[in-house]
């Protein structure tokens, strides 16, 4: 199938007074009609400013954009402010991370969902409000039409969120970006979102980008994953190939800080040692190396590409580490092993204080 | 809602009966003119004077002179007479009234219009030359003060004194007739008072457009599609707000006298009144005058803080 949203060596660089900010560096991906992309990564690892900028909504003088967004073939990297704002809300909607401060807290819900109805529908102010207490009906709030004259205060913060996919889907957008929909929420809330997001997808055909730093969402909900780090992407592959094999030492920290059901409890989580880097210094080679625990004298000084790992084009990794010591390490640290064992184990001749530190 | 405006209206009451307390105490511990004394005359004698205190009831004990202001100011809304000529203060401060009301309204129209355009396109622009010069002068208009620059613009423009003879100067106020010939001759007081606040609220409105412009709503309005100028309003729904207040609290304070622009333009309002009475020890039309200023602060802003609840729908009491 044809994709809906091809986004190519895309780089978007912000000049501060501190440096150069590298947010997003060379990120690439797909994502047809119909299906949903997870893009996971900690904060300020350039998963939302990635999507904002395919919104157009990082452009500012200090912003350096390049590379191609091609949406159904058109490059909206190229296209006006005006072009633009036709995109925005109409064919592609977007929807944030905290639903709580997201909509106006001055106007009412019916008048910021006709709004959003009116500026990419030519119909008269009944038809939009008609329009927008059908979508109210749609995401779950119950007595729509009442409500459309609430303000958001009057909203839990699941029903905020309902409201916000309301605005992004009352245009039947063909593309829904969704920046950490859930996060702000309760879990057993977080599920019933993930859930309506999921049916509204199947009903209008909608493709989704999901950001969320959450494996557990995207393990819930999407195709394909790409694993961001320091403005890149780091892994890209199916769901169930990135769940199954992952092959990059940060998934592979990702996947171990997760608590599962059927670890022992007495089994510590393993964080990732150390933190995000700077992304105005970003590291030398592979911008992971100081945090990662199976580091080789090449990872300081190479900096790898994103490669296909073998047998599988549609799993790429940059890494590196060889594909089959990579297999190893995985399942070593799938039969519950430490990172640093793993390492010796592998037999990466690390300082062995360095690398439990890094455990 | 009811509730809380008769529980206001009862602390105002407490309020004023404070104030004029207060301003009686301090008129009679800190030294000033002796009323009696600046009435009785050039050469005055003791049995004059004397017979004025008698006649001013100034002779008798300041408690008991404090207790038969205060009655008659509560059962009567009775502010008593004037020391210096007899005549009634509430009725002087009602007839002064208008002509603070108009100056105060005129200048509030427009030092809220041009604080807010000027405050929204420099947040707009911000960092700009436009924001920069209209900050600057913002500074510079701030720091001046009302007599320094009622001075300067009648130097400049009045049509009698001024290098530039474009608008009626000094005293054409209180000698002209009529709504458009008085509204004519407050144009320069209206933009001397205005000046200061004008380039306080364009500051205010600035930096509270510049932090709600970074909120999340404004990006889903963004996000929405909305063009430049929609967004822009989005903002300043939520940056203007505040200002409302402000504005309420401003307008009390001048409505009890803008005493400055008042005295250099020669508009008879009630800071001129004020001015007058502090100058001649007239100890009944301060605290009439005081008493005025005081309930005048105390509706605005208790105006201000119902409005608000109109405002900001997150409001309520």
Same mark, same amino acid.
């Given at each position: 199938m044809a994709p809906l949203l091809e986004v190519k060596d895309l780089t978007v660089r912000f000049t501060t007074e501190d440096g150069v900010v590298n947010a997003v560096d060379g990120v690439s991906y797909t994502v047809e009609p119909g299906r949903t992309l997870g893009i996971v990564g900690e904060s300020g690892s350039g998963k939302s400013v990635s999507s904002l900028t395919v919104m157009g909504l990082t452009r500012a003088r200090n912003a350096e954009i390049t590379g191609e967004v091609l949406f159904d073939g058109k490059n909206l990297l190229e296209a006006s402010e005006q072009e633009m704002r036709t995109v925005r809300g109409g064919p592609i909607a977007m929807i944030f991370q905290d639903p709580m401060s997201s909509l106006h807290p001055m106007y009412r819900i019916g008048r910021q969902l006709v709004e959003a109805v009116q500026m990419h529908q030519k119909v008269s102010k009944a038809a939009a409000r008609d329009r927008a207490a059908e979508m109210l009906a749609l995401v779950g709030i119950p007595d729509a039409r009442r409500r459309l004259d609430s303000y958001p205060h009057e909203f839990s913060g699941g029903m905020r969120q309902r409201v916000m996919i309301a605005m992004g889907l009352c245009n039947n957008p063909r593309m829904l970006i969704a920046d950490e929909p859930t996060t702000a929420?309760?879990?057993?809330?977080?599920?019933?979102?993930?859930? @309506?997001?999921?049916?509204?997808?199947?009903?209008?055909?909608?493709?989704? /980008? @999901?950001?969320?730093?959450?494996?557990?969402?995207?393990? %819930?909900?999407?195709?394909?994953?790409?694993?961001? #780090?320091?403005?890149?992407?780091?892994?890209?592959?199916? *769901?169930?190939?990135?769940?199954?094999?992952?092959?990059?030492? #940060?998934?592979?920290?990702?996947? *171990?800080?997760?608590?599962?059901?059927?670890?022992?409890?007495?089994?510590?989580?393993?964080?990732?040692?150390?933190?995000?880097?700077?992304?105005?210094?970003? $590291?030398?080679?592979?911008?992971?190396?100081?945090?990662?625990? #199976?580091?080789? $004298?090449?990872?300081?000084?190479?900096? $790898?590409?994103? %490669?296909?790992?073998?047998?599988?084009?549609?799993?790429?990794?940059?890494?590196?580490?060889?594909?089959?010591?990579? *297999?190893?390490?995985? =399942?070593?640290?799938?039969?519950?092993?430490?990172?640093?064992? =793993? =390492?010796?184990? =592998?037999? /990466?001749?690390?300082?062995? %204080? %360095?690398?439990?530190?890094?455990? | 809602m009811g509730t809380y405006i008769i529980r206001r209206l009862l602390w105002t009451i407490l309020l004023l009966f404070l104030i004029s307390a207060i301003t009686f105490v301090i008129f009679n511990i800190l030294p000033s003119a002796d009323p009696a004394l600046l009435r009785a005359g050039k050469n005055p004698t003791p049995e004059g004077i004397a017979a004025i205190r008698q006649q001013l009831g100034t002779d008798r004990p300041k408690i008991e002179q404090f207790w038969s202001y205060m009655k008659d100011l509560v059962f009567h809304f009775n502010f008593g007479r004037s020391y210096i000529n007899d005549v009634d203060v509430k009725a002087t401060i009602l007839d002064r009234l208008p002509n603070t009301l108009f100056l105060i309204s005129g200048a509030a129209v427009i030092w809220f219009t041009a604080g807010v355009v000027i405050g929204t396109i420099s947040s707009v622009k911000r960092g700009s030359i436009w924001d920069r010069v209209a900050m600057g002068s913002a500074l510079l208009f701030i720091s001046a003060p009302v007599y320094w620059l009622g001075l300067v613009v009648t130097y400049l423009f009045s049509d009698d004194l001024g290098k530039f003879p474009l608008l009626p100067g000094v005293g054409a106020y209180a000698a002209a007739h009529g709504f458009f010939a008085q509204a004519h001759a407050l144009i320069m007081p209206w933009m001397v008072l205005a000046a200061a606040f004008a380039a306080i609220y364009a500051r205010l409105l600035r930096s509270n457009m510049l932090e709600v412009m970074g909120e999340d709503y404004i990006r889903t309005a963004r996000a929405k599609g909305l063009p430049g100028r929609s967004v822009i309003r989005h903002g300043l729904r939520s940056a203007i707000t505040p200002l409302v207040t402000v504005l309420g609290l401003d307008v009390g304070i001048l409505v009890g006298g803008a005493i400055l622009t008042e005295s250099v333009f020669s508009i008879p309002g009630i800071g001129r009144l004020s001015f007058d009475a502090i100058q001649r020890g007239d100890l009944q039309t301060i605290q009439g005058t005081t008493l005025f200023l005081a309930l005048a602060v105390c509706l605005t802003s208790l105006v201000v803080d119902v409005l608000y609840a109109f405002l900001d729908p997150r409001v309520r009491y």
């Open positions: 929420l309760d879990v057993t809330v977080q599920a019933q979102i993930l859930e @309506l997001i999921r049916r509204l997808q199947s009903e209008l055909d909608t493709a989704v /980008i @999901l950001i969320t730093h959450d494996l557990g969402v995207v393990a %819930e909900v999407t195709d394909d994953i790409a694993v961001m #780090y320091c403005g890149r992407i780091v892994e890209r592959g199916p *769901k169930d190939q990135i769940f199954a094999a992952p092959q990059h030492p #940060y998934t592979w920290g990702l996947l *171990k800080s997760i608590p599962r059901l059927d670890t022992p409890r007495d089994q510590p989580l393993v964080p990732i040692a150390g933190r995000p880097p700077s992304l105005i210094n970003r $590291p030398t080679g592979c911008h992971f190396h100081p945090r990662c625990p #199976y580091v080789r $004298p090449e990872c300081v000084t190479v900096d $790898p590409t994103l %490669e296909p790992i073998p047998n599988d084009p549609t799993h790429v990794v940059r890494c590196l580490i060889p594909a089959g010591e990579r *297999k190893r390490i995985w =399942a070593d640290l799938k039969a519950g092993r430490t990172p640093a064992v =793993a =390492a010796v184990e =592998a037999g /990466i001749t690390n300082d062995p %204080e %360095e690398a439990s530190d890094g455990a | -």
